[in-house]
């Protein structure tokens, strides 16, 4: 069994008692509107499941800003990565680059220096100044759902105006029918129900605001320029129906305008939240593109990325078509 480790910056992290019913959290959180019963933590957490041993991965969050949706895809990952959750505070005044130095330092606190970064949706926007800070060593990217620049930024602008329209006693009410359905077909999966429950609970009035605040951030943002100057090995996940970030516009300027792009993967059985939707797919599939990046590497002069040459040129195509990278003749086993 893989060793499994909870570690909270800011606050003491407790799995909730399965025992506790969805309606019972709902029918709370109906009583809380304007007066939260209990505080709320604003720090930026971060938990770990696996060993050091194992290569790490980091997931951060995408719009709802926590670890709650994530449980099936973190359970596909199990004995195969080392991966690390963030939760983010519900800031109404952090700028992209707050969140990614908050991130850095969480990692820093905990001994990790280096990894491969994994950013959903909004966090994708976090990634991007990871990667032009560099004080995280980022062995390479997936993007879930992931942009440089949103493709519809009035869409996103208007959600942030219903966001500010709507009430946590509508938001509640709609949580409650999904609760419903999400515990029929979860009913033999105790993790999932309680994931439910904690994702439910932590639905509140700040918690709206601050996804508003995200909004905005996603609406100014613009990495375009940065993207095309790194060159960090890139990956990118995305659902066929995926009204919220479309790939028919993301994929292609990806493809055009960023060198570090290795491969744009589509799954077909899946919408915007990929992770969550197909997550035994998507595990396999970051599992390959973090062992194939690792072979490539290898394959690299004295063990560096080049920009140009027939190795690389190789590793990228191998990439492309889906295959296993290239094996060095036995002469060159020391590398390995």
Known sequence: ???????????????????VSIPDVIAASLTMTHHASR?????LQ????????????????????????????RRALAGRVRFVEITYPRTL????????????????????????????????????????RNRFQAHGVVL?????????????????????????????????????????????????????????????????????HRLHLVAQADFCPLAQQLTVPI????????????????????????PGLREFKIIWRSDHNVLGNAPEIAAEQVVRWMTQSIKCSKLQTGGRRSEAGPTSDLCSLTSALGLQPPVLPPNNAPLY
């Open 46 to 73: 971060i938990r770990t499941h696996g060993p050091d041993s194992l290569r790490t991965l980091v997931y951060l969050p995408g719009l709802h800003g926590d670890w709650t949706l994530v449980g099936h895809f």
């Open 93 to 132: 005044a952090w700028s992209l680059e707050d969140y990614a130095a908050g991130v850095e330092q969480a990692l820093a606190e905990q001994g990790i220096f280096a990894g491969w970064l994994l950013g959903e949706s909004f966090s994708s926007l976090v990634v991007w100044p990871m990667l032009a």
């Open 144 to 212: 879930s759902g992931g942009f440089v620049r949103h493709p519809m930024r009035w869409g996103v602008r208007l959600a942030e105006c219903i966001c500010g329209w709507i009430s946590l006693d509508l938001l509640v009410r709609i949580l409650f029918g999904y609760a419903r359905l999400a515990r029929f077909r979860h009913r033999h999966s105790p993790e999932t129900l309680s994931a439910i429950q904690e994702f439910i609970s932590r639905r509140t009035e700040l918690d709206l605001k601050a996804a508003q």
């Open 1 to 19: 069994m893989v060793a499994q480790s909870a570690l909270t910056i800011g606050l003491r992290w407790t799995p909730r008692l399965h025992s």
């Open 235 to 258: 990956f990118a996940l995305s659902g066929l129906f995926d009204p919220i970030v479309p790939w028919l516009w993301t994929r292609p300027w990806l493809k055009k305008n960023c």
């Open 39 to 43: 505080p709320m933590p604003e720090e």
